[in-house]
């Protein structure tokens, strides 16, 4: 029996799946017909959910800066910056095993409009206290905690709704572009921050929340977008005999099952929990190491999320054929180098470069392992499987921020960041060494 028959045999589709497929949003556009690179953009529906998507992340990652900014100078503390990270995610980490389930089950597209309609809210309430100068860490603590509840029920719901949107040969396609929209963000985002709080000059409260109003105003745009497509979503049936229980359990037992599907959640576990905390600690880098002012930090972030991009535009021009596993080791690899690089270097420029490599690597490496997850599993359970990548993804990040958040002060930011990359060198070794750990087995196919 093939992994594809298990994976039917195991979770029944209600109607079949070939039909659905090539009935995605309508008939292709002729536009960009050819173009490997952009051929998503052929289906209306997912071309208006990029576009609100990349406005509204722009706002997100403006406010990322400023909140980052706001925390350190609050509390100049290494220590805050990572116990914000972990407020962040912990909802992640405790619920998303839950909210997979809704979104297997529940209208995505209506749960993902109240989650934004409650971020804009959010970002909002971060503006005002900083208008009136009554915010607080214990404010921010409080108002990161929401979001971050409201993040752990969008976040399944968000991942799974890409292959709703397209057919499943341009999939590798639509996520890649979906990465690189969000890096597109990445990269626009921290450098309109950087020019907000520069117009505002010495009044840099003033500009603080200037940006988080422009974030608030920025979820419209993908709540509009949310409004007008109609994606054809595969809702999960109850099946005979089976609990609520075991419905949440389907992700968890199914990556048990199959190695493959697991070892890659165990890759986005490694590269979040010992790759990441560069970016938790970039703010304190920024100061402590190469003197910088926010502006300066923005840019710094601007440039990690410009080689991202690059990475993002690299992957969606693969075919859809392509290995994705090799892009997967040498891009862990890669990103534990950078982190090491970035650690030991005092020169600015230098760390420019560092950070442009990073983000490329990082890119290519998380699109490859999404896209290998969404292919692998059958659709009326992807929600629940890409629970556990969001859980490996993002819901184990505030452990690793707390973490070397923590080891930040006792030892320098820098040292943190050069204890982090040796480890993921040597998992990232590990798969280089034994490239079967992330391919089908025998026993998976059976």
């Not at 298990?6 to 589709?13: A, G, T, V, Y």
């Not at 952009?38 to 800066?65: C, H, I, K, P």
């Not at 929600?383 to 958040?405: D, E, I, Q, T």
Request: charged fraction near 10%.
């Amino acid at each position: 029996m093939t992994e594809t028959e298990e994976q039917q045999k195991q979770c029944p589709l209600p109607h079949d799946t070939a039909t659905y497929e090539a009935d995605v949003s309508g008939p292709p556009r002729r536009l960009l017909r050819g173009i490997r690179t952009f051929e998503s953009f052929r289906y209306r529906d997912y071309s208006y959910f990029f576009v609100g998507a990349v406005l509204s992340n722009t706002g997100t990652w403006m406010q990322q800066v400023a909140l980052g900014w706001l925390v350190y100078a609050l509390t100049r503390s290494s220590s805050s910056l990572g116990a914000v990270q972990f407020l962040a995610g912990i909802p992640v980490f405790v619920l998303t095993i839950f909210t997979g389930t809704l979104a297997d089950h529940l209208d995505r597209r209506k749960l993902l409009i109240g989650a934004q309609a409650l971020l804009m809210l959010q970002a909002f309430a971060f503006g005002a206290l900083n208008q009136s100068s009554t915010i607080t860490m214990t404010w921010i603590y409080g108002l990161t905690l929401a979001g971050g509840i409201v993040s752990a029920f969008m976040f399944p719901a968000w991942q799974a709704m890409v292959p709703d949107l397209v057919p499943r040969s341009s999939l590798l396609n639509a996520i890649a572009l979906s990465s690189a929209q969000f890096n597109a963000a990445r990269l626009v985002g921290p450098m309109l921050a950087a020019v907000v709080l520069a117009a505002f000059g010495a009044r840099e409260s003033l500009g603080l929340t200037a940006v988080f109003y422009v974030n608030a105003v920025s979820f419209l745009f993908v709540i509009w977008a949310l409004a007008v497509i109609r994606p054809r979503q595969e809702r999960a049936e109850r099946r005979a005999g089976e609990t609520s229980w075991h419905r949440i359990m389907a992700g968890l037992t199914y990556a048990r099952q199959h190695r493959r599907v697991r070892m890659h959640l165990v890759s986005a576990l490694m590269l979040t929990i010992f790759g990441m905390p560069f970016a938790t600690l970039l703010p304190a880098v920024a100061a402590e190491v190469f003197g910088l002012s926010s502006t300066g930090y923005s840019a710094l972030m601007g440039t990690n999320g410009a080689g991202a991009l690059v990475g993002a535009l690299a992957v969606a021009s693969l075919p859809p054929d392509f290995r994705r596993e090799s892009v997967i080791r040498y891009g862990l690899l890669v990103m534990a180098v950078g982190a090491l690089a970035l650690s030991l270097t005092r020169t600015l420029w230098i760390a420019l470069g560092v950070l442009l490599v990073m983000g490329a690597a990082f890119l290519a490496c998380v699109s490859s392992i999404n896209t290998n997850l969404q292919t692998a599993v059958p659709p009326a359970i992807r929600g629940r499987v890409m629970s556990l990548f969001v859980l490996s993804f993002m819901g184990v990040m505030p452990f690793g921020a707390l973490a070397f958040g923590w080891l930040g002060d006792l030892i320098t930011p820098s040292r943190a960041i050069l204890t982090g990359s040796v480890v993921l060198i040597a998992y990232a070794l590990l798969l280089v060494a034994r490239p079967g750990m992330l391919e089908d087995t025998s026993a998976d196919a059976a």
